[in-house]
């Protein structure tokens, strides 16, 4: 059965997004919370890709024709939980941290207005349908 | 999964980063200190960073969470290094040959360690402002 949808896919999908940079921020703080732990590896969390395999609509999907098959990749918006992974220092200088506090930085910048951005996007949305409500006044 | 994730993460390495504060001035105010209730001069001090989960029902939740790591101060270290011998046969600890035995803690590498301890202990102030910035943005959804 099809989610049930209040309103449109963009507001789902707002949510969504909403929903994931709060992880990706609680991610990037545990990297710059660890940046002087001995042996901590920095971890990243993405979700861009399979927000744009669950986006994207008449490309190439993988199909379930036996019942026993699982998805490959979310093919519904709700399903996206993104995939974490780990990044082991490699410099094998010091304490096998490969935590950059810098570039932490940036991603918590970057994540934080892509965030903001999304919150201007979802109450636009919303201030249309309200005009649309009140019959336009 | 909630709003606070962020703060508890970013607390605990507000606190290890203020731990290891006071341990470097621990180790500034005696770098002069040459007899200890233990005996002998003081030895430098350090702490030992250990990442730890942020709460006890995390173990429960998904592995994303799981992933999300605060960090504690595991244990404190003493320097065992041998102490800095200065010849001075008029001190009340200097021994037979007239050495005393200084603290074995350099004042340069405090400092560093000390320098780097505070921009550790900003760059976690800022991700608790950056995660207050965005639950209050999300607070203005459809107002």
């Known amino acids: 059965m099809p989610p049930i949808q209040q309103f449109d896919t963009t507001i789902h999908l707002l949510q969504?997004?909403?929903?994931?940079?709060?992880?990706?921020?609680?991610?990037?703080?545990?990297?710059?919370?660890?940046?002087?732990?001995?042996?901590?590896?920095?971890?990243?969390?993405?979700?861009?890709?399979?927000?744009?395999?669950?986006?994207?609509?008449?490309?190439?999907?993988?199909?379930?024709?036996?019942?026993?098959?699982?998805a490959i990749t979310p093919s519904r918006i709700d399903e996206i939980k993104?995939?974490?992974?780990?990044?082991?220092?490699?410099?094998?200088?010091?304490?096998?941290?490969?935590?950059?506090?810098?570039?932490?930085?940036?991603?918590?910048?970057?994540?934080?207005l892509l965030y903001e951005a999304a919150v201007a996007m979802l109450n636009k949305k919303l201030s249309i349908l309200k005009y649309a409500a009140n019959d336009g006044r | 999964m909630d709003i606070f994730t962020t703060f508890k993460v970013a607390a605990s390495?507000?606190?290890?980063?203020?731990?290891?504060?006071?341990?470097?001035?621990?180790?500034?105010?005696?770098?002069?200190?040459?007899s200890t209730p233990e005996g002998g001069p003081y030895?430098?001090?350090?702490?030992?960073?250990?990442?730890?989960?942020?709460?006890f029902d995390q173990h429960l939740q998904s592995s994303i969470e799981n992933n999300v790591k605060g960090v504690k101060v595991a244990?404190?270290?003493?320097?065992?290094?041998?102490?800095?011998?200065?010849?001075?046969?008029?001190h009340p600890d200097a021994d037979k040959e007239g050495y005393v035995a200084m603290p074995n803690v350099n004042v340069?590498?405090?400092?560093?360690?000390?320098?780097?301890?505070?921009?550790?202990?900003?760059?976690?102030?800022?991700?608790i402002k950056s995660a207050k910035r965005m639950a209050l943005k999300a607070l203005e959804i459809g107002r």
Request: glycine share 4%; net charge negative; no cysteine.
């Open chain 2, 108 to 127: 340069l590498k405090e400092m560093t360690d000390m320098m780097s301890a505070t921009r550790s202990y900003e760059a976690n102030t800022t991700t």
């Open chain 2, 43 to 55: 030895k430098k001090k350090s702490v030992y960073f250990e990442s730890t989960p942020v709460s």
């Open chain 1, 82 to 112: 993104g995939r974490i992974t780990e990044n082991p220092d490699r410099t094998g200088i010091g304490d096998r941290n490969s935590v950059s506090v810098d570039n932490e930085m940036i991603k918590l910048s970057e994540n934080e």
């Open chain 2, 13 to 34: 390495a507000l606190e290890a980063q203020r731990i290891r504060l006071d341990t470097i001035s621990s180790n500034i105010a005696n770098v002069e200190t040459t």
């Open chain 1, 16 to 70: 969504k997004v909403l929903d994931l940079r709060s992880r990706n921020q609680q991610v990037i703080s545990s990297n710059i919370a660890n940046a002087e732990t001995p042996g901590y590896k920095s971890l990243s969390f993405d979700f861009e890709e399979e927000l744009k395999s669950a986006m994207a609509e008449g490309g190439l999907r993988p199909v379930a024709t036996n019942e026993k098959h699982f």
């Open chain 2, 75 to 90: 244990r404190i270290l003493e320097d065992n290094s041998p102490p800095k011998k200065v010849y001075n046969p008029s």
